[in-house]
């Protein structure tokens, strides 16, 4: 059986965005099955036509980094987000989180499954890498 | 040295090499051997890591300047 990643994603910012689907897409890319759990204000990263910006006064910057960022060849939250999912990697949206934000499934990007803390834990119980992306 | 297919990462930063690094090895049939160049100073380590967490034998490195060519044996 493949091992298990499961991340666990809080924050909706650009640098949030990134890192859970850097890490995701190599995982798989590693043969690994991975779990991404987006709760609180991670959750938004999940939202269809959701652009993320860097946190706080850096949020201005945003435009720079992409720009940057596009030029060196690295991939946009948006393009690391495909690749995430042709590579199997599973996305789930917190289902509390969804009412406090109040986000509904017809908000959600194609894919991503409703879980709740307990099925969440159910599949990091059993993962060898387990993070807190917040 | 030998191989049966190149792949050309010149140019892509991690995590890139590697998710297509897995790609192209699906098309790889057992024994064979994929060229992966890539000048991704990660790549360095990375390569190797990869090569010993899904069990694919890495043959051999070769530096040239900031390019690197990594020789990779299907499993």
Known sequence: ?????????????????????????????????????????????????????????????????????????????????????????????????????????????????????SAFLNLAADAKVNLFIG | MDKDASLDAKGQMCPMPIVMLAKKMKELKSGQVLELVADDIGAKEDVPAWCSRTGNALLGVEQDGKIFRFYIRMK
């Open chain 1, 1 to 117: 059986m493949a091992e298990k990643m499961c991340m666990v994603v809080s924050e909706g910012s650009f640098d949030k965005a990134m890192m859970p689907l850097i890490l995701g897409t190599t995982a798989a890319s590693m043969g690994m099955e991975v779990h991404v759990f987006y709760t609180f204000f991670g959750l938004k990263l999940l939202t269809q036509g959701n652009k993320p910006k860097l946190p706080g006064m850096m949020r201005l910057f945003t435009g720079m980094i992409r720009k940057k960022m596009a030029k060196n060849n690295i991939p946009l939250p948006e393009e690391m987000m495909k690749t995430a999912l042709d590579l199997g990697v599973n996305f789930y949206a917190c289902s509390t989180s969804m009412t406090i934000m109040g986000v509904t499934e017809a908000d959600l990007m194609k894919g991503v499954k409703v879980l709740g803390a």
